[in-house]
């Protein structure tokens, strides 16, 4: 895969967590953008109290978006991952704390996203990641 080293089972196993997030968030991000629109989730977040509702839709839907698709590639993981965590924690705080902690309105899948975020932040995508080919040229 990417770069001069092989992907062994680390990298793989990053592979496999930074693609799974990913895909998550992008198909959320892009429910956002093209079912929903800015309008809908603006609105979404008006009725939960979310400050700037208008601007907070935007940023969100596009974080959410294009920072899934970051993490499937593997590019700019660790800033993707940072900004998904932080979507992650406010959203736990706002909306899924008071559901307790089990889904469907709890906070453990939130917070699983979240704490999957915060390693990938820590731990970079892996050696099989297209961050890697950036790095080399």
């Keep these: 895969m990417a770069g001069d080293a092989k992907c062994g089972w680390q990298g793989r196993g990053l592979a496999i967590l930074r693609m799974m997030v990913g895909v998550v968030f992008a198909a959320h991000g892009y429910q956002k953008l093209f079912v929903y629109h800015f309008a809908g989730v603006a609105g979404m977040f008006k009725g939960i109290g979310i400050p700037l509702p208008d601007v907070s839709a935007i940023v969100v839907t596009l974080v959410e978006l294009l920072g899934g698709l970051a993490l499937f590639f593997g590019l700019g993981t660790r800033w993707a991952a940072?900004?998904?965590?932080?979507?992650m924690t406010v959203a736990v705080l706002t909306v899924h704390l008071k559901g307790g902690f089990f889904a469907p309105a709890g906070f453990e899948y939130?917070?699983?996203l979240l704490v999957a975020n915060v390693a990938l932040a820590l731990a970079g995508p892996g050696v099989c990641a297209l961050d890697n080919l950036i790095r080399k040229t």
């Design 110 to 112: 939130p917070l699983t």
């Design 82 to 87: 940072l900004l998904l965590a932080i979507n």
